[in-house]
């Protein structure tokens, strides 16, 4: 009767490790992640044009900030960057004759997608939202401040080439990993996490800390390409 039991319970205990596996989650707990010396948090562009009564809002971005401020409890390194145009950016529609929001153009460095006109410097929609509260934050990246050229991600404008210096800044401070959260998924955040991996660091999305635009599948898109590039995908409760 014992050896009946015991073969029993070996078959219930593979059974659950069969479903555990199913559709490639589990169904035990994971260990969760403690940010240390050597990780870095990056907020993405929370500022007031992106959330809910910007120029150009994000659906729900203003829901994100709250659960940022408390994951950026967590680690002990935390860089804001935050787009800051001049006024007349060749990114923006109304700089190019005809063309209208969310239109794209030809630029020198490729394709570029027309947006309303957004976070132009020292203007109060290129504030950060002032629900954003993160005291210890070390550094703000101020981006897209070069006219000719956009730039979505934290280390590199759009032209591929014009450095922010952010990655010498965390390779400076011994920082090899950066978990990426806000605004928007699939543009900023997306070509940020992309460009880390690019720049030899490991990458983290945490996806409920963000929000997308999703134009024209661009949501799907950005996850697709990150998931090819190494990023991981994860969620705020992952974070210790």
Request: some cysteine.
């Amino acid at each position: 009767m014992i050896d009946v039991n015991r073969r029993e319970m070996l078959r219930w205990m593979g059974g659950l490790a069969l479903a555990a596996g199913v559709g490639g989650r589990t169904l035990f707990a994971q260990s969760k992640v403690t940010p240390g010396a050597h990780d870095a948090l990056l907020v993405i562009d929370v500022q007031n044009c992106f959330i809910p009564g910007g120029s150009l809002a994000v659906k729900e971005g203003d829901v994100i900030v709250p659960l940022i401020n408390r994951l950026a409890k967590s680690f002990q390194n935390v860089i804001l960057t935050q787009d800051w145009h001049t006024p007349g950016h060749i990114s923006f529609a109304s700089s190019h004759a005809g063309k209208k929001p969310f239109e794209t153009t030809q630029l020198a460095y490729g394709t570029q997608v027309l947006w309303p006109d957004h976070c132009v410097q020292g203007t109060e929609g290129a504030q950060l939202s002032a629900q954003l509260s993160i005291p210890h934050a070390q550094l703000i990246i101020r981006k897209g401040y070069h006219k000719e050229v956009d730039s979505y991600s934290a280390f590199i404008e759009a032209d591929g080439k014009t450095q922010t210096g952010l990655a010498g800044y965390l390779k400076e401070r011994g920082i090899n990993s950066v978990y990426v959260c806000g605004l928007a998924t699939d543009f900023c955040v997306a070509w940020t996490a992309l460009d880390a991996r690019k720049q030899g660091f490991k990458a983290a999305v945490i996806e409920d800390a963000s929000r997308g635009i999703d134009a024209q599948g661009s949501l799907a898109a950005a996850w697709d390409n990150m998931k090819k590039a190494g990023v991981r995908r994860m969620q705020s409760s992952e974070i210790a």
